[in-house]
């Protein structure tokens, strides 16, 4: 039997179709923010994952065309294995993670007695890195 090649973004895949959060009338993902990390604006709205925000997955697709503004709706892969762009503060192995800066990651702030009333914002569990670009982690 060969060698199999890891392919682990494929491993307990789930998503959600979310309609798309708009700034004066124009939606705030675009086709060049597939792949990206993003978090809920509204209900079930999303938009690109901003300093410190909470994640709520991985934009893995957009319908219709960036022409078709306030109509188009974002796939999110919300649970399972997937790969995001990162920041400073670099996530290593075994950390959690946060929005960072349009649409990318960084890890977790330490636990604090200013944790908001909702519970810690962190998400995730780091399983690798690659460099200063990119982690993959199971979101849980």
Do not use: W
């Not at 973004?9 to 798309?20: H, L, M, Q, R």
């Not at 086709?31 to 690109?48: I, Q, W």
């Not at 810690?120 to 890195?129: E, K, L, P, Y």
Request: proline share 4%; net charge negative.
């Amino acid at each position: 039997m060969g060698t199999r090649e890891q392919d682990l973004e494929g491993i307990g895949a789930v998503y959600g179709s979310f309609s798309i959060h708009q700034t004066s009338g124009e939606d705030d993902l675009k086709d060049a923010d597939v792949g990206n990390a993003v978090k809920l604006t509204a209900d079930f709205e999303v938009g690109p994952a901003t300093d410190g925000s909470v994640v709520l997955g991985k934009l893995v697709d957009l319908s219709l065309t960036d022409a078709d503004v306030g109509k188009r709706v974002a796939t999110v892969q919300i649970g399972g294995v997937v790969t995001l762009p990162i920041t400073t503060t670099y996530p290593t192995v075994g950390d959690r993670i946060v929005g960072g800066a349009n649409g990318t990651v960084k890890k977790a702030p330490a636990l604090t007695g200013y944790d908001p009333d909702g519970g810690n914002i962190a998400r995730g569990t780091v399983i690798s890195v690659n460099g200063t670009t990119e982690c993959t982690l199971i979101l849980n």
